[in-house]
């Protein structure tokens, strides 16, 4: 069970970032300029550049071991 989960965070964690990125970015706005939440916007952007990047890094990484 415990080899099952490092197996899926190893694999899936950059999605995770992509989320606390969306989740710290809405906080973010919502306590500085006292907006609501939205599902696209800043946050969105900036975790989908993230999650890419890091993806890229991680199959150029594979290519090139």
């Known amino acids: 069970m415990d080899e099952d989960r490092k197996e899926w965070v190893r694999e899936y964690w950059p999605f995770l970032v992509g989320v606390v990125i969306i989740v710290a970015g809405n906080i973010y706005i919502q306590v500085v300029y006292g907006e609501d939440w939205v599902p696209g916007g ?3 952007v900036l975790a989908v550049i ?16």
């Open 42 to 44: 800043p946050p969105l």
């Open 50 to 65: 993230v999650v890419l990047a890091i993806e890229l890094g991680r199959s150029a990484y594979d290519r090139l071991a």
